[in-house]
């Protein structure tokens, strides 16, 4: 592409950026088409000749963003809310520019340089120790299966020879997010060695269950090897007791790993620190900063106390990726299953300075205000219910009728445009899930949230 055709089409992309991020509510948050709608009005095979830009973004533009699902919508509340704020998305243009491959420090000195000192910086703001060993992967259940990965070659350093070792058992809640067990298949664990401990009446692993349940795994001849802790969990948000849990990892010499996914970034807020206490003890631990800390998709970071035996478990040098400066630089290669990496760092140095640490924990610190006041309005109305505690940006209610009546009324908020929240089942029931989490969302937004969630439920149940 010529320079003057990049510069001009350059522009008119960012033109539509900046208006599309303006304005993200102009378009319904959910689409509104069937599974293969798209794909039935796209051709069946690539052209032959090339076509002109004008035509590229205007397919962009007419087929692409009416079948988006709007994760920069305000009223984008499902699952994990994240965002992708201005700083973020110019980064995100500079590293595409770039096209550096962060695997080795040869392939781009200022890929892994600045990813050890982004990550440096984010520990600090969280509070965790000095020392841990940073390294971003794409997603958290990529982190994790690393930590399951280095659990592994602690406990038996001759699977990676030999192949995957019997015995060795896994612990989680059972609240924990599946990317755990998913890990624990991936390394070759099997399900049949994930134990599920059960939670208290707020969600959270009880230690005396994951203690018994070690004590009975060790004396059938079983090899306990790593526990999972959950600071927020994907229902409830709720924090396991970190603590008490690092207390039995110590005591079976288990790998402790702490899934802090989603609620690791609100440590950056002083008066919610302690939800990452005990997290110090761990052995890894992963926060992703595409979650809830306002960097756009993806970017996991992910930390360990034992690079050593994280990279014995994945350490493998062709001749042809080895260089003068191995011995005196981090080749980040060595530290996971993915040889080329993408240059993510970038995008998390831009929001980290944009923001700085006071606005990112200012906008945390709203959004928990936020649900608290929902969770307030929820608790006053006698046709609702809350499922959960509410202690982070997440709430968890339901209405007091069926299950059936509480699906179509997700439904009915859904079908408006205006809002997408999700579902989770608690306690057997069926159950609202309602996350504040962009930057773009206002208490305005989360109050109308409640007025449409309350409005459908007149309409679904009368
Ligand atoms: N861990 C927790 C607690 C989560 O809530 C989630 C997703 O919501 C994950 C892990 C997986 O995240 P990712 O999509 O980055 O793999």
Redesign the pocket.
């Known amino acids: 592409m010529p320079p003057e055709e990049f510069r001009r089409f350059a522009h008119e992309a960012v033109d539509w950026i900046a208006e599309y991020l303006s304005h993200p509510e102009r378009y319904p948050v959910l689409p509104k088409m069937a599974p293969g709608d798209l794909a039935d009005a796209l051709p069946s095979s690539g052209p032959e000749q090339g076509e002109p830009m004008e035509r590229l973004l205007d397919d962009f533009r007419r087929q692409i963003v009416p079948a988006i699902t709007h994760w920069n919508h305000p009223g984008f509340m499902a ?2 809310a994240n965002t992708a704020p201005g700083p973020g998305i110019i980064a995100e243009l500079l590293s595409a520019s770039l096209n550096a491959n962060a695997m080795l420090w040869k392939t781009s000195p200022a890929a892994t340089e600045l990813e050890q000192v982004v990550l440096d910086w984010l520990r600090d703001w969280m509070g965790l120790p000095a020392g841990l060993f940073g390294i971003i992967y ?7 299966m690393h930590a399951i990965a280095a659990a592994r070659e602690m406990a038996d350093p001759e699977a990676r020879t030999l192949g995957a070792s019997r015995g060795l058992t896994l612990y989680c809640s059972e609240e ?5 067990e998913k890990g624990a298949i991936a390394i070759g664990i099997g399900q049949r060695h994930v134990r599920k401990i059960p939670v208290d009446a707020e969600f959270r692993m009880r230690p005396e269950a994951l203690s018994a349940a070690v004590e009975r795994d060790l004396a059938a001849g079983l090899r306990p090897f790593c526990v999972v802790a ?5 229902s409830t948000t709720s924090i396991d007791p970190v603590p008490a849990i690092a207390d039995i990892a110590a005591r079976h010499g288990l790998w402790l790993h702490v ?5 690791g970034s609100a440590a950056i807020v002083p008066e919610c620190r302690h939800i990452l206490n005990g997290a110090e003890r761990a052995d890894s631990l ?1 926060v ?1 900063p ?2 809830w800390f306002f960097t756009p ?2 970017l ?1 970071a992910f930390y360990t106390r034992r690079p050593d035996i994280l990279r014995r478990a994945f350490s493998l040098v062709p001749e042809y990726l080895r260089t003068a400066e191995d011995s005196r630089a981090v080749n980040y290669m060595d530290y996971g299953v993915p040889l080329g990496r993408r240059f993510r760092a970038l995008k998390l140095w831009f929001v980290m300075r944009y923001f700085g640490r006071e606005r990112l924990a200012e906008t945390i610190r709203s959004q928990i205000a936020w649900a608290r006041e929902l969770a307030e309005a929820v608790d006053a109305d006698p046709h609702f219910e809350r499922a959960a505690p509410a202690p982070l940006s997440v709430v968890c209610f339901r209405y007091r009728g069926t299950d059936e009546e509480n699906r179509r009324l997700l439904e009915t908020v859904n079908a408006s445009g205006e809002f997408f929240l999700s579902h989770t089942v608690l306690n057997g029931k069926f159950t609202l899930h309602l996350a504040i989490g962009n930057m773009g969302t206002t208490r305005e937004h989360v109050m109308r949230a409640w007025e449409v969630v309350r409005g459908a439920a007149g309409r679904v149940v009368l």
């Open positions: 699952y994990f794409d997603t958290a259940s990529t982190s994790s924990a997010h599946s990317s755990i959950t600071v927020g969990t994907t899934d802090a996914a989603y609620a992963v992703n595409h979650k998709f993806d996991s």
